[in-house]
């Protein structure tokens, strides 16, 4: 099993940055892959953007492309979202997802999920 906890949510006004973290616990090692996704009340819940354990490979959203930016930091088994230009139809809780069979931006492919961080973009 792998556990995973989300934090760095909050309230913040349009055109602010915001990081989010996820730190990964348990059997670590079994991870392929680590997605951000997000859902907005009434919404679907969307992949955001993804990065592969060796860090060779990140996804995103076309709505985020070019306005955020996944890492991870493999010494301590966190993954990062860095949100910059936060918009208002950002507002979502954004959860954090593990796989360990393969690395895709289908919800189905993850089978570890964090409780989930609240972004608000509002002024």
């Not at 992949?47 to 060796?54: K, T």
Request: hydrophobic fraction near 35%.
């Amino acid at each position: 099993q792998v556990q995973l906890v989300e934090s760095g949510g909050g309230l913040v006004q349009p055109g602010d940055s915001l990081r989010l973290s996820c730190t990964a616990s348990g059997r670590t090692s079994s991870i392929l892959g680590m997605g951000w996704f997000r859902q907005a009340p009434g919404q679907a819940r969307e992949f955001v953007a993804g990065i592969n354990m060796r860090s060779t490979f990140t996804a995103y959203i076309n709505s985020a492309k070019g306005r955020f930016t996944a890492s991870r930091d493999s010494d301590e088994n966190l993954v990062y979202l860095h949100m910059d230009s936060l918009i208002p139809e950002d507002s979502a809780v954004y959860f954090c997802a593990a796989t360990s069979r393969v690395f895709s931006s289908l919800e189905e492919s993850y089978e570890f999920w964090g409780q989930g961080t609240q972004v608000t973009v509002s002024s």
